[in-house]
């Protein structure tokens, strides 16, 4: 019964893992970049919600409302005035200005909040939990794992229903055969980076409320996310719920072994999948 | 009938041989009038020299971005630890060792990251850097998570220390700090004189063209793959032969620390970034760069990693071949050159 415990609450953290994943999956599938700050970017959105939640003195869901048109604002302008400044045919500036990004994010954070771990306040429901037959899920990690369905359903709404979401998919094909259709790329690329720290706001919440936080477990994060979109295949969304899903397992499995191999289970999973199936469990791109 | 001719050398070129000698030979003197901070400065600026010259062939001439070096430096150490405390070496030939237990772990490290592309294959060398960290730290006879120091048996008898004692009239620990400074000197011209050699062989040149263009390079006959291996592994041995050689000067080591992203990857990364990518120079120029700005900024902590942050991002978008890229555009100096121009004959009336 312990084993059916530690799987179900691997399964509930892999929702986690897809929400890190998400924008990351997001921006790389629409202008193939791979954003090296994306775990920074979590935990800055982490600080911002505790800044709101302690200045305002919101509850931190509410919290979360004001934070995503400040996350929207501030991806947009972090793709307009510089990330679109690195796209183009050499992988050496994006990565590069990304990781510089990464490493300046870090030490603000340091620099203005210390180095101190924090976590976000919590109150009944985010500590209860519900009874489902035999076992006891936290309310949270269940939240977590819908709010993870949510957006991925959301996400693929967006991208098939919607006219900017078709503009998202020609940018994507083909940047220059959609301008000539009058879209204009580097809107269309902020606006992508704006939508995938709105989801980056999402996971941050849920960092915040679940564990502690400090302005350097970002690129653990970036790690985590990076595996589950490579687990899932590069250009699907469930994919990478799934590759979430298969980190969470391995790492709460691993943990009831011996508490030490958590995290190193996770990254064995992930190469194990690496070996057998080099383009994801799920591979739609061909890049 | 005028006689054509390949060359590879320049006026600036030939200068700097005859400069690069007698900076060599005062580096080689520097212990007899230098103290001992200087020494561990100096130390400092050569290996992290050494770091960003094999980081610049990985990305710089191999188009591998790899955010994993630290894998190499962090199992060199510990290789060198190793060999010291379980087997009773001494430390001093066991920093060969340190390299090739790093050539061991590139050969599955490859294997893994060359199935991914481009920035996968970035954050993939960076997860099996983590993997090695987390096994290393399981190693409990090296000290596990908290790490361990050189017995002092081993760092009192080292090789040399005791010529070094007499000849400079110091203590052991100041002896140790010159003898891993002579090291490191050897190590950073072989580091530079290797790739120099390596850059200009037929080798070189197959590197430069798949680096330029993949496809055509394959076109002509140049094995990409190969070339990627060869790249991949030359590089791993030397950061692990420097990670072996800056343990043995620190004495003391732990998984953190040995395998720190940010000691040796993201400070090399930027010392190639803002020296200048894929030139031989650009190290150099940014290892004196980076050496000014860290005792200029060591006091205001988090702000100087800012800085540099800062400074690789605004490089990276207005010259994205660094402050060498700049000078040699402006002045056309190679100190080390590795184009080959065609000279003589009509081409030299067609200058006039």
């Known amino acids: 019964m312990i084993w059916v415990d530690t799987i179900v609450q691997g399964i509930l953290l892999g929702g986690l893992y897809a929400l890190f994943a998400a924008g990351l999956s997001l921006v790389f599938g629409i202008m193939r970049l791979v954003n090296l700050a994306h775990g920074d970017l979590i935990v800055m959105g982490a600080y911002l919600i505790l800044v709101l939640v302690t200045l305002l003195g919101l509850p931190p869901f509410v919290a979360l409302l004001f934070a995503v048109p400040l996350m929207f604002a501030f991806g947009w302008g972090l793709q307009k005035f510089l990330l679109n400044r690195t796209l183009g045919d050499d992988i050496l500036p994006p990565l590069l200005v990304t990781f510089g990004l990464s490493i300046v994010l870090q030490n603000a954070l340091l620099e203005g909040f210390s180095a101190d771990s924090q976590r976000l306040p919590t109150d009944a429901l985010t500590t209860a939990s519900v009874a489902v037959g035999p076992l006891n899920l936290g309310v949270m990690p269940l939240l977590t794992f819908a709010s993870a369905i949510a957006v991925i359903i959301g996400l693929n709404q967006l991208f098939y229903r919607t006219s900017l979401g078709r503009a998202f998919r020609a940018t994507s094909d083909d940047a220059v055969t959609a301008s000539l259709m009058g879209i204009k790329p580097a809107n269309i690329f902020a606006t992508a980076t704006g939508i995938a720290l709105v989801i980056v706001a999402i996971a941050a919440l849920y960092l915040g409320l679940r564990s502690n936080f400090d302005p350097n477990v970002g690129p653990a994060r970036l790690i985590y996310a990076f595996e589950a979109v490579i687990i899932g295949g590069l250009g699907s969304l469930w994919g990478t719920l799934v590759g979430g899903i298969i980190i969470g397992v391995a790492q709460t499995v691993g943990a009831a072994l011996n508490p030490e191999w958590q995290i190193l289970s996770g990254h064995l999973a992930f190469l194990v999948v690496l070996l057998v199936r080099p383009r994801g469990l799920f591979p739609r791109a061909h890049d | ?352």
């Open chain 2, 1 to 352: 009938m005028a006689t054509y001719s390949v060359q590879t050398r320049t006026r600036a070129s030939s200068g700097f041989a005859v400069f690069a000698t007698l900076a060599i030979v005062l580096l080689i003197l520097l212990p007899f009038f230098a103290g001992r901070s200087t020494i561990q400065d100096m130390f400092f600026i050569l290996t992290m020299l050494v770091l960003a010259q094999f980081w610049n062939l990985l990305a710089g001439y191999g188009g591998l971005v790899s955010i994993g070096q630290q894998a190499f430096v962090g199992m060199g150490a510990y290789a060198m630890f190793g060999a010291v405390i379980l087997l009773g070496v001494d430390p001093v030939p066991s920093i060969l060792l340190a390299g090739v237990a790093a050539l061991i772990i590139a050969v599955p490290t490859a294997f893994f990251a060359f199935r991914l592309q481009g920035a996968y294959f970035a954050i993939g060398t960076w997860v099996i850097a983590e993997v090695f960290r987390l096994l290393v730290a399981q190693w409990k006879t090296l000290g596990g998570g908290t790490g361990t120091s050189l017995p002092r048996s081993a760092t009192r008898e080292m090789w040399f220390t005791d010529a070094i004692k007499t000849l400079f009239d110091v203590k052991a620990s100041a002896a140790r700090d010159i003898l891993a400074y002579w090291l490191a000197l050897v190590l950073a011209l072989a580091t530079i004189g290797g790739i120099y050699w390596l850059l200009r062989t037929r080798r070189g040149l197959a590197l430069a063209a798949v680096r330029d263009n993949t496809e055509a390079a394959k076109s002509i006959g140049v094995d990409a793959a190969r070339m990627k291996w060869v790249v991949f592994l030359t590089s791993a041995f030397g950061t692990g032969l420097a990670g072996g050689l800056i343990y043995m000067q620190k004495v003391r080591i732990s998984p953190d620390a040995a395998f720190s992203v940010t000691d040796w990857t993201a400070y090399v990364i930027f010392i190639v970034v803002i020296g200048g990518i894929g030139t031989i120079e650009g190290p150099i120029l940014g290892v004196l760069i980076f050496f000014a700005l860290q005792s200029l900024l060591a006091d205001f902590g988090s702000w100087y990693l800012m800085t540099l942050g800062v400074l690789a991002i605004v490089i990276m978008l207005i010259a994205p071949r660094g402050l060498w890229g700049l000078i040699s555009e402006r002045t056309g100096a190679h100190l080390f050159p590795i184009r080959r121009r065609l000279t003589g004959g009509e081409l030299d009336q067609l200058e006039d």
